[in-house]
């Protein structure tokens, strides 16, 4: 049986980070607090769901490989816990994910990205154009190429999201509406200033974990803010597909068109999401270019799209780091930072409050998850208290 833990956490930032490292705190016992003055409102209510460790590989970032394969391998007894302590639904499908590519160049780059996958231990399988319209009777038979996914898996972010809510509800978690603004030393950080309190935090722990808005807390560094955090937009919609449509597919549906990501996922209402966009120019409203592209390819792929409903166009806020990498560590005995999820955050969080859970614990993390790469303090010199700089991997300090 598994020990109950005594003692208070603070987590700052309720989006998926923060409320899975909840739940997962409270699964071990923890008396939790949670700040946030709308959970569930940044990245988290726009982000497509994909659990895709495999097919969002991408070139030069493999210090994040076995992270996401180690979160994936963590998803399906995360849902399985929420889903006992819950009745709310999910959308969690593990149905795999096609890759398709356009034209033949696509089809080269598919293959590339493939040979890129097997070298570094992931099994994507080609497919022909045949076998996967039997598998996804909606796409064109116009495709190059594809390849299936089978453990790439998806949920709905937005239904997960509102179920760890009610599981914290039950649980009595604590949720204080408010927006952060200041924390009142690191080391150890005395406490918490909001619009309008100051929680002083006592023997508890704080988790800074609020994505972006993470950037905008101060007083926990010496100089710079060592968190370098930048907005990467992502403009996404939701459609509904006609009755006599359905289902349009059943799995995710990736593909590359004329070089361009595009996906497709089905949800089990009968609405799709086709995203997404990826942009930094500071525009936080739906981008008329980027809408139309996604719409074009996402139709050329899957002609059947052109029948749907368009319920909802919108714009997510991901939030980047410079090298692609979390912030996740310790900075002071009683503080820990967990953010900067940037792409794969729904996908990461459960390797991020599973490595809270264990610094806070004093465990190993899993074994091949090396968090070194993900220090906070990586970004800047001299900033981190001298006692905790490159604190990452290190538990170290006792958890009280
Ligand atoms: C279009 C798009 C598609 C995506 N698709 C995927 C995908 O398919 N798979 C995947 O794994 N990831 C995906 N992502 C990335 C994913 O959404 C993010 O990495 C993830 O949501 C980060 O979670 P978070 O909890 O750290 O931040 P957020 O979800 O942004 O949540 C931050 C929370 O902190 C709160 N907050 C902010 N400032 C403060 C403050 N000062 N005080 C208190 N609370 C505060 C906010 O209200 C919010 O609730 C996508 C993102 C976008 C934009």
Avoid at 184 to 206: K, N, R, S
Wanted: aromatic content about 4%; hydrophobic content about 40%; overall charge negative.
């Amino acid at each position: 049986m598994r020990e109950r833990q005594t003692g208070r956490m603070i987590v700052i930032g309720g989006g998926l980070v923060g409320l899975v490292t909840c739940f997962e705190l409270s699964e071990q016992g923890f008396q939790v607090t949670l700040i946030d003055p709308e959970p569930a409102s940044g990245a988290t209510h726009y982000a497509g769901g994909m659990l895709a460790p495999i097919a969002e590989v991408q070139y030069r970032q493999e210090a994040l490989f076995p992270l996401m394969l180690q979160a994936a391998a963590l998803y399906p007894d995360l849902i399985e816990r929420v889903s006992r302590a819950s009745a709310s639904p999910i959308d969690y499908r593990p149905r795999g994910t096609l890759v398709v590519a356009a034209d033949r160049a696509d089809a080269r780059h598919l293959q590339e990205l493939g040979d890129y996958q097997r070298l570094h231990g992931m099994s994507p399988v080609e497919l022909s154009v045949t076998r996967a319209r039997r598998l996804e009777p909606a796409l064109s038979p116009r495709i190059s190429g594809a390849v299936s996914i089978p453990d790439d898996h998806q949920v709905s972010p937005r239904l997960f999201a509102a179920a760890l809510l009610d599981v914290l509800k039950q649980r009595g978690v604590k949720i204080i509406r408010e927006r952060v603004r200041h924390l009142e030393g690191a080391d150890p950080c005395l406490a918490v200033h909001t619009e309008t309190q100051v929680i002083e935090t006592g023997d508890a722990q704080v988790i800074l974990a609020n994505g972006l808005g993470a950037a905008q807390v101060s007083g926990w560094y010496t100089q710079d803010n060592p968190l370098q955090l930048r907005p990467v937009y992502g403009d996404i919609m939701n459609l509904r597909v006609p009755e006599y449509l359905r289902p349009l597919s059943e799995r995710v549906i990736r593909g590359f068109v004329e070089d361009r990501p595009v996906y497709l996922i089905p949800r089990s209402d009968g609405t799709l999401t086709l995203g997404a966009s990826s942009r930094e120019n500071d525009s936080a409203l739906p981008n008329v270019g980027a809408v139309h592209e996604l719409l074009r390819d996402g139709i050329r792929l899957l002609p059947g799209l052109e029948e749907c409903e368009l319920l909802e166009v919108g714009v997510g806020a991901r939030p980047g780091t410079p090298d692609d990498l979390p912030y996740l560590g310790r900075v002071g005995r009683n503080l820990i930072i967990s953010t900067g999820y940037f792409r794969h955050g729904i996908l990461l969080s459960a390797l991020g409050a599973h490595a809270v859970v264990d610094l806070l614990l004093g465990k190993k993390l899993p074994a091949g998850v090396d968090l070194t790469a993900c220090d906070p303090w990586r970004h800047v010199g001299g900033s981190a208290p001298a006692a905790h700089s490159g604190a990452a991997q290190h538990p170290g300090t006792p958890p009280f």
